[in-house]
């Protein structure tokens, strides 16, 4: 850390709780729906149609720098499976939605390219979409789509971990596609670029580490629905703080996954605290499940997970010495 002033998330422009207060609004204003992660509508006696929508975020104006949308199609998908993921629900379908100031083939091709390999990687069947060119309402482009899942009542997770399960984490990619108005503004903080070179090993440039897409978990739910699951957090926006999605307990995590080379490169740059930088992104950990101590060993082995700490009583999220 230096002695310049310290960047945050709010002062970059992304205020969490007042985002939250607006979501919350909104949901009060159009009533209740079941599901946190996913809306959840019975289509049964025991089978549920989920749906998630989301977008890709300030990640976009990273590649509207770099002039490379090869990637945030992958972003987009991933941020809506992964959702669906997190509530037990497997994806089966996607549509997008690409508003933009003016027709472009050339990105238009990219966005497609990668939104095909995003539902690739998800195993599942993208049926199209929407393109609006709107000038006066949007400047360059925006990203967004909805995913549309399955799930039986057994599959679906009831999303309350218990006092004594596991937790069990799996790596992220890096930075993912939340946060990223933070790490926009420590990057290109006293004249530095995209195209400044990484000052560490993977990628040649500052832009490409921050366009590194986001990890899809999807591959996880064949083992996930053969533990007796509880709950499980996809980490974005509000970073660690999302474990607290899984109720009301004091999340102690004590073996988390080591953060990638862009997280330094972030907090030294804008001159963020470990507390804010834990606050915004996943550090290193894309997703946690909640599960008895019984299954978790045999989650993390028939996966690439690891389990990383348990549950008490209490309220919080305890991670590398800080209490979120």
């Not at 960047?7 to 609004?25: K, N, R, W």
């Not at 204003?29 to 975020?57: H, K, N, Q, S």
């Not at 091709?109 to 060119?133: I, K, N, P, Y």
Request: glycine share 12%.
């Amino acid at each position: 850390m230096t002695d310049e002033e310290e960047l945050t998330y709010a002062e970059s422009g992304v205020d969490i709780e007042a985002s939250e207060a607006a979501t919350a609004a909104l949901v009060g204003a159009v009533g209740e729906f079941e599901g946190d992660y996913a809306g959840m509508v019975p289509i049964g006696e025991d089978r549920y149609l989920a749906l998630a929508t989301d977008g890709v975020g300030t990640k976009l104006l990273v590649a509207e720098a770099l002039d490379d949308y090869s990637t945030v199609g992958i972003d987009c998908i991933a941020m809506n499976v992964n959702d669906l993921a997190a509530a037990g629900v497997t994806p089966v379908a996607f549509v997008d939605y690409l508003a933009v100031d003016e027709p472009d083939e050339r990105f238009a091709e990219q966005v497609g390219e990668g939104l095909s390999e995003g539902a690739r990687r998800a195993d599942m069947a993208l049926v199209g979409g929407e393109t609006a060119v709107m000038p006066e309402v949007v400047k360059g482009l925006d990203l967004a789509g909805t995913c549309a899942g399955l799930a039986t009542e057994s599959e679906v997770f009831d999303g309350e971990a218990r006092a004594g399960d596991a937790l069990v984490g799996w790596e992220s990619s890096g930075i993912h596609s939340n946060g990223l108005t933070l790490a926009r503004e420590a990057a290109t903080r006293d004249g530095g670029s995209y195209d400044d070179p990484f000052p560490y090993d993977g990628y040649d440039t500052v832009g490409e580490a921050l366009l590194e897409p986001t990890r899809i978990y999807t591959d996880l739910l064949s083992a996930l629905h053969d533990a007796e699951t509880h709950a499980c957090a996809h980490v974005t926006g509000g970073g660690w703080s999302n474990l607290s999605r899984m109720g009301e307990f004091t999340y102690d995590v004590t073996d988390a996954f080591e953060p990638q080379p862009v997280f330094e490169f972030v907090q030294a740059r804008g001159n963020v605290s470990d507390e804010e930088m834990h606050r915004t992104f996943n550090m290193g950990t894309g997703f946690v499940a909640a599960l008895p101590e019984a299954d978790a060993e045999r989650v993390a082995d028939a996966t690439d997970g690891r389990v990383i700490g348990t549950v008490r009583g209490g309220d919080g999220v305890e991670v590398r010495g800080l209490s979120l």
